[in-house]
């Protein structure tokens, strides 16, 4: 899997992977040192994992209307 786009930024797939921390340990490391050096990339990933979370508690929340009913 190729993490970085030709501009030599994480692609969108890897940074939802590290958000979701499915990215394998070498590929977390090369992202990790990336995001630490680019704020574009970092701004990109900070939305990525805040997109997961509202994601997540919709469905949390779908879940437990559910079993109310």
Same mark, same amino acid.
């Given at each position: 899997?190729q993490i970085?786009?030709? %501009?030599?930024?994480?692609? !969108?797939?890897?940074?939802? +992977?590290?958000?979701l ?6 590929r %977390?490391? +090369? /992202? !990790?040192?990336?995001l630490?050096?680019?704020? !574009?990339c970092?701004?990109?990933?900070? !939305? /990525? ?6 994601? %997540? +508690?919709?469905?949390?929340r779908?879940s437990?209307?559910a079993?109310?009913?």
């Open positions: 899997m970085f786009t030709k %501009r030599k930024h994480v692609n !969108e797939g890897a940074l939802g +992977l590290h958000a921390n499915d990215l394998p340990e070498s %977390r490391e +090369l /992202v !990790e040192e990336h630490s050096s680019c704020s !574009e970092r701004s990109q990933f900070d !939305e /990525v994992r805040e997109f997961i979370t509202v994601f %997540r +508690l919709a469905a949390k779908s437990q209307m079993s109310a009913s």
